[in-house]
């Protein structure tokens, strides 16, 4: 049952400096442009829901649960934002532009300095424009950074660890269920730090394809997540009964079901003899998919 307008009122008012802690501190991690007023506002959205669907029943204090959902909410933001400048932008469209072409004359990827000279710009001018473009989104390590270092604070009590767990099994269960070619992008770039110019050469596509696949990527993961743990924030497709929307749809079920078999598997693995990878642990019903199997075609 939701709390009253005045408990909830009472609670936001008594824990708002929480919202501006959280907000300072990670403000010492992220670029000076990051905008205080925009973390502020996600943090204070985070508190208001957290008064509304806060149980005292629980025993957990209010300022330990607020502040797990504040920290959630900043880290939200911040992979949402568009760090680059607009000028930034438009220089990694025209380096993207130019080496697609240059591609395609050459029959393979350019390498930086025929790109330069094709451009009539330096190797340094390249370099900026794609690490500009590099900064478009946090990366999933720093994702998972984030939420190591709420996991290793020693204020966080076994509630609040669950909260966590449930968080890190569906950004497991995202990466497992996505489309084969998209994953393969994901756990290369991220998981075994490949460079995209690598990636590049043995996908035999160019380095703005693999920075088009790994947005598209990172975007399909996030709503995924959403889909069960924040469902308003998921947005609203402009078709809902096309194919790409059904698609959706289909790898969001498919990540509820992965973190499920992820759930279960870690609560019997915690209770009982370690669960081999070929092993489907009792209990968890046969429409279940194994993490390794069955994926979502949800690129085209």
């Known amino acids: 049952m939701r709390n009253s307008p005045e408990a909830v009122n009472d609670l936001v008012t008594a824990n708002l400096p929480l919202v501006g802690y959280h907000v300072s501190e990670l403000l010492g991690r992220v670029p000076a442009y990051v905008s205080r007023d925009d973390l502020t506002s996600a943090g204070s959205l985070a ?17 330990r649960y607020a502040a797990l959902r504040i920290r959630g909410a900043l880290l939200d933001e911040l992979r949402s934002m568009d760090w680059v400048s607009r000028g930034a932008r438009q220089r990694a469209r025209r380096v993207s532009t130019a080496s697609d072409e240059l591609t395609s004359r050459l029959g393979r990827t350019p390498t930086r300095e025929e790109l330069a000279a094709s451009m009539g710009a330096k190797v340094a001018d390249i370099d900026a424009a794609r690490g500009d473009a590099e900064r478009r989104i946090l990366s999933i390590e720093a994702f998972d950074s984030a939420i190591a ?73 996030k709503d995924g997540i959403n889909s069960s743990l924040e469902p308003a924030l998921v947005p609203v497709a402009e078709r809902p009964d096309g194919v790409a929307e059904r698609r959706r749809k289909a790898y969001f079920d ?47």
């Not at 990540?255 to 915690?270: M, N, Y």
């Open 254 to 300: 498919l990540v509820a079901q992965q973190a499920s078999f992820l759930a279960r598997a870690s609560t019997i693995a915690s209770s009982g003899p370690a669960v081999l990878p070929s092993q489907r642990p009792a209990g968890v019903p046969a429409s279940a998919p194994a993490p390794a199997q069955e994926r979502v075609a949800v690129a085209g």
């Open 47 to 63: 508190l208001v829901q957290a008064a509304q669907a806060y149980d005292a029943e629980t025993g957990v204090p209010f300022a």
């Open 149 to 221: 270092d709420t996991v290793s604070e020693p204020s966080i009590g076994p509630e609040e660890n669950v909260l966590v767990n449930e968080k890190m099994q569906h950004l497991h269960a995202a990466v497992k269920a996505l489309p084969e070619r998209l994953r393969y992008v994901v756990e290369e770039l991220f998981f075994r730090d490949r460079p995209v110019v690598e990636l590049a050469e043995e996908l035999g596509v160019t380095q703005s394809r693999i920075s088009q696949l790994r947005t598209e990527a990172l975007a399909l993961m």
